[in-house]
């Protein structure tokens, strides 16, 4: 079974800084990889998804992620935060082939200072 | 309205008391979802609908009882809960089971049971 370790519970950063939320998986099959945001009191929204072809991915709001499979890792990033990025991050899993089933992270609370 | 819509977005319930949340997708997706988020655990699958037929039952106790009449709605009954079953339940929906489908999240029903 597919499984997701976000390996920083927290994240403050100041505004304008760069920030990098970790992300790594566990699986021996290919998957699918998500990064969803959750803003206060608001459902999931995704940000940006890996299905296939070039590594780097783009999404909304200036975000980036990369997925490295030698690593199994697929960690987001974005150049310059904003107030407005302070939120509740998700990174997933969901295998190719298989159990139908989107797996989720622990989350990563970023919370931007001004 | 549009995307996904849940109600009531609070609830505080007794243990023997008998509710239900109600989803309802104006998307014309084909999938619907029930996710429990408990503070410091990653998003939990409950179940599973696709063309209002249940594919995925996560191995969830019998007082949660979810219903699925058409593919634009999806309830979860709730009888005899424990306190321990207060959290946020989230309702999503995606066109279809296919693992690259992005699932498109409402907001969510607080729910505390005493």
């Known amino acids: 079974a597919q499984s997701v370790t976000q390996l920083d519970s927290q994240v403050p950063v100041f505004e304008e800084a760069p920030v990098e939320l970790r992300c790594n998986y566990s699986s021996s099959v290919s998957v699918y990889l998500f990064w969803y945001v959750q803003y206060p009191n608001q459902g999931l929204q995704l940000l940006l998804k890996?299905?296939?072809?070039?590594?780097l991915v783009k999404g909304i709001n200036g975000f980036e992620a990369e997925f490295n499979k030698s690593q199994t890792s697929f960690h987001l990033r974005k150049p310059s935060v904003h107030i407005s990025d302070t939120a509740e991050y998700f990174c997933a899993v969901h295998l190719v082939q298989g159990a139908q089933k989107l797996v989720f992270g622990q989350g990563t609370r970023l919370t931007i200072n001004p | 309205e549009t995307g996904v819509t849940q109600t009531p977005r609070h609830l505080v319930m007794g243990m023997t008391n008998k509710k239900s949340l109600k989803c309802e997708q104006h998307l014309g997706h084909n999938a619907m979802y029930w996710y429990k988020q408990s503070a410091k655990k990653p998003l939990e699958l409950m179940f599973v609908?696709?063309?209002?037929?249940?594919?995925e039952n996560n191995s969830v106790p019998s007082r949660f009882s979810p219903e699925c009449p058409n593919s634009s709605h999806l309830f979860l009954h709730l009888h005899t809960l424990q306190p321990e079953d207060s959290a946020l339940y989230l309702c999503?929906?995606?066109?279809?089971?296919?693992?690259?489908?992005?699932?498109?999240f409402g907001p969510g029903t607080r729910l505390l049971v005493l």
């Open positions: 999503a929906s995606s066109i279809g089971l296919a693992g690259r489908e992005t699932q498109y």
């Open positions: 890996y299905l296939s072809g070039s590594t």
């Open positions: 609908y696709s063309l209002e037929e249940r594919v």
